[in-house]
């Protein structure tokens, strides 16, 4: 079992930058790849950014050029940067865990979520 605790969610201006973090705990938070989704309303959810245990990262092509992605192994935590907002990337985002089987990260575990909405 995996807790996670996603922070840093909020309202920001298109252009600005976002950093949102995720606290994992339990027994596999140490063991299994964590990353970030979001939903935006009307639309199906979508991976935003993963990373492995190995520190592997796999990011969405739509956001490589505006994001990264961290982790720090000692706390447990993932940290995603998000640069130049636009009004598109207003969602919810949920911080998930799960393994990385192959080219493919399977969350089996999710966060309550964390709103982030672009707006001037």
């Known amino acids: 079992q995996v807790l996670l605790v996603e922070s840093g969610g909020g309202l920001v201006q298109p252009g600005g930058s976002l950093t949102l973090s995720c606290a994992a705990s339990?027994?596999?938070?140490?063991?299994?790849?964590l990353g970030w989704f979001r939903q935006a309303p009307g639309k199906q959810r979508e991976l935003v950014a993963v990373?492995?245990?190995?520190?592997?990262?796999n990011y969405t092509d739509s956001l490589k050029d505006r994001i990264s992605l961290s982790r720090d192994y000692d706390k447990n935590t993932i940290a995603l940067q998000m640069n130049d907002l636009k009004s598109e990337d207003t969602a919810v985002y949920y911080c998930?865990?799960?393994?990385?089987?192959?080219?493919?990260?399977?969350?089996?575990?999710w966060g309550q979520g964390t709103q982030v909405t672009v707006s001037s």
């Open positions: 339990g027994a596999g938070a140490g063991i299994y790849a």
């Open positions: 998930s865990s799960g393994p990385w089987l192959r080219s493919d990260f399977v969350p089996a575990f």
């Open positions: 990373i492995s245990r190995t520190g592997r990262t």
